[in-house]
């Protein structure tokens, strides 16, 4: 059983472009979590998405930033006009539908860079 | 507002128990879990307490005080590999994960 993957693993994109990280969740999982990590601090949580419905994004800034995870497909979190604030580890963790203690299995992350 | 307190780094010496403790101040509570995280990955899951008491796995143990609103990860027989940040996370009333910014456990010989 395959983990959650994330691609691309690195990505460096220069101020002003737009950065498109993607995750596929474990097979069977239907809850994605979206977080972001800066350098020697901890977990900051963006959004929490089921299969074409955004639940709760209370973490996530009110521009630039938009997730999505459609019936098909991974789930997408998109990052529009970078800045170099945005530098940071993206993680995503799935969960399944129903689980005794609804643990979240985080892929690799996707560390991104703003140059 | 919502608040996990962990001590920022603590070291130990390899072959030593250490304690890693967390309190908490949240709007609800669902479960308290423990991650591992080594440097440049993702963190892994380690243990997961919703009654009070001592939850033992192997080398490590978690334990929960709900009414102190308190946990700690007991690490025994610690190795060189145990070198990494340990977060603690809480689930609120609305079952979304609260993070602690971890603590970073330094192994020496």
């Known amino acids: 059983n395959a983990g959650v993957m994330q691609n691309p693993r690195h990505l460096v994109r220069r101020r002003g472009q737009e950065a498109r990280l993607r995750c596929s969740p474990m097979?069977?999982?239907?809850?994605v979590y979206w977080y972001r990590q800066l350098p020697e601090e901890g977990l900051k949580f963006m959004v929490y998405?089921?299969?074409?419905?955004?639940?709760?994004e209370s973490g996530m800034p009110k521009e630039r930033f938009s997730a999505e995870f459609p019936k098909e497909g991974p789930s997408i979190l998109r990052i529009q006009q970078v800045v170099r604030g945005d530098s940071a580890a993206y993680f995503c963790?799935?969960?399944?539908?129903?689980?005794?203690?609804?643990?979240?299995?985080f892929g690799p992350g996707t560390r991104l860079t703003v140059t | 507002g919502q608040n996990i307190d962990q001590p920022t780094e603590m070291t130990a010496t390899e072959g030593a128990i250490v304690q890693i403790n967390c309190t908490y101040q949240?709007?609800?509570?669902?479960?308290l879990f423990w991650y591992q995280q080594h440097a440049g990955e993702a963190p892994t899951f380690l243990s997961y307490?919703?009654l009070d008491g001592l939850e033992e796995k192997g080398r490590f143990s978690s334990f929960l005080s709900r009414s102190k609103g308190y946990s700690y990860l007991l690490l025994k027989e610690l190795q060189m590999k145990d070198s990494a940040s340990y977060l603690c996370a809480v689930r609120d009333s609305n079952y979304q994960l609260i993070w602690g910014a971890g603590t970073k456990l330094i192994i020496k010989p």
């Open positions: 949240t709007s609800g509570f669902n479960g």
């Open positions: 998405l089921q299969k074409e419905n955004i639940i709760d």
């Open positions: 963790a799935s969960s399944p539908l129903t689980s005794s203690s609804y643990e979240q299995y």
């Open positions: 307490n919703v």
């Open positions: 097979k069977g999982h239907s809850h």
